[in-house]
């Protein structure tokens, strides 16, 4: 099973940046669909953004146009840039990969969560 561990998390002000990095390691052969959920407490944890490995990339409605999501092969990271980021974005955000591709994607690794929260 892939270890994945997040950076990146922290505190900002509304209309601020953050990027998450996530690290991949201790797994032989290659990743298929890497990506992001979130999780507020109380409330169902949801897909931020995921990406193939040939690039290709989905997001979720509410961050279309302030996310952007880039995986680096060679360095077995992916990362998350967010922008203009608003209060509603607080939650703690999970890194999660499939050995498939992203579409029916059954992700069995996940990392242990960053916290990211928005103020203002």
């Known amino acids: 099973q892939v270890q994945l561990a997040e950076s990146g998390g922290g505190s900002v002000q509304s209309g601020g940046s953050l990027r998450l990095s996530c690290a991949a390691s201790?797994?032989?052969?290659?990743?298929?669909?890497m990506g992001w959920f979130r999780q507020v407490p109380g409330k169902e944890r949801e897909v931020v953004a995921s990406i193939e490995r040939n690039g290709n990339s989905r997001y979720t409605d509410s961050v279309k146009g302030r996310f952007t999501i880039s995986r680096n092969d060679a360095k077995n990271t992916v990362y998350l840039q967010m922008n203009s980021l608003q209060p509603e974005d607080t939650a703690m955000y999970y890194c999660?990969?499939?050995?498939?591709?992203?579409?029916?994607?059954?992700?069995?690794?996940w990392g242990q969560g960053t916290q990211v929260t928005v103020s203002g």
């Open positions: 999660v990969s499939a050995p498939s591709a992203c579409g029916g994607a059954d992700f069995d690794s």
């Open positions: 201790g797994y032989t052969g290659v990743i298929g669909c």
